[in-house]
């Protein structure tokens, strides 16, 4: 069973652009996560997708958004890149919201902001 | 806000040592996870445990939560060099809003 997919595995872009980060969840599953791992900041939680909708949300700014499309694949969008924006990306899905769905994790993108 | 604690940051052990991970979380929770995690790889999920009194084990990793006590904790038996990663902990503060927040991580490093 292919495990979590996410593209590219390295970006590196300019102050003040926009990336666009992808991610294909395990097949039958219908949440998707994403994490940021920032050096010195550990990981924090950024969005959770389920079924097409923004369901929870962390402590982030609205330039860095989302969504999820009908097969349950997402995409994140971060505008007006800032250099502190440079981390790690990591996407995880699960079956869905409920007991003892635990999130299995991507390989992640890395973003370098310039 | 939940704030998750793990100690110590940095454990350098010699093969074939036992030792701990400690996991203290702030508010309550009876869903707690660990992961691991290699240089520049993502997150592989070694436990969950879901109630108090868990105990799970795989290998010579052994995993517990109290959640009276708040403190989860992660039990390396007879360490080998593979066994060299960062572990970490995270925890759902509510139940149902797949909000993971993870601690800091410990680095661990068996020294042959």
């Known amino acids: 069973e292919a495990g979590v997919t996410q593209s590219p595995t390295h970006l590196i872009k300019t102050r003040g652009q926009q990336a666009t980060l992808r991610c294909s969840p395990i097949s039958g599953h219908t949440s998707v996560y994403w994490y940021q791992q920032a050096l010195g900041l550990g990981l924090q939680f950024l969005l959770w997708y389920d079924e097409g909708e923004e369901r929870n949300r962390g402590n982030f700014p609205p330039r860095f958004s989302g969504r999820q499309f009908p097969n349950y694949s997402s995409e994140l969008n971060v505008n007006a890149l800032e250099l502190e924006d440079s981390a790690l990306y990591l996407c995880?899905?699960?079956?869905?919201?409920?007991?003892?769905?635990?999130?299995?994790f991507g390989p992640g993108t890395r973003l370098t902001v310039l | 806000e939940l704030k998750v604690e793990q100690n110590p940051l940095f454990l350098s052990m010699q093969e074939g040592k036992n030792y701990t991970i400690y996991c203290n979380y702030s508010t309550t929770s009876d869903r707690l996870y660990w992961y691991r995690q290699d240089p520049g790889k993502s997150l592989e999920s070694l436990f969950v445990l879901l109630s108090n009194g868990a105990v799970k084990q795989e290998g010579r990793l052994m995993a517990s939560l109290d959640t009276k006590a708040r403190l989860s904790t992660l039990h390396i038996t007879a360490a080998v060099h593979d066994l060299s990663a960062t572990y970490f902990c995270?925890?759902?503060?509510?139940?149902?809003?797949?909000?993971?927040?993870f601690g800091t991580g410990t680095r661990l490093t068996i020294i042959p």
């Open positions: 995270a925890v759902e503060e509510i139940f149902g809003n797949e909000k993971l927040t």
């Open positions: 995880a899905s699960s079956p869905g919201p409920g007991i003892a769905y635990e999130q299995f």
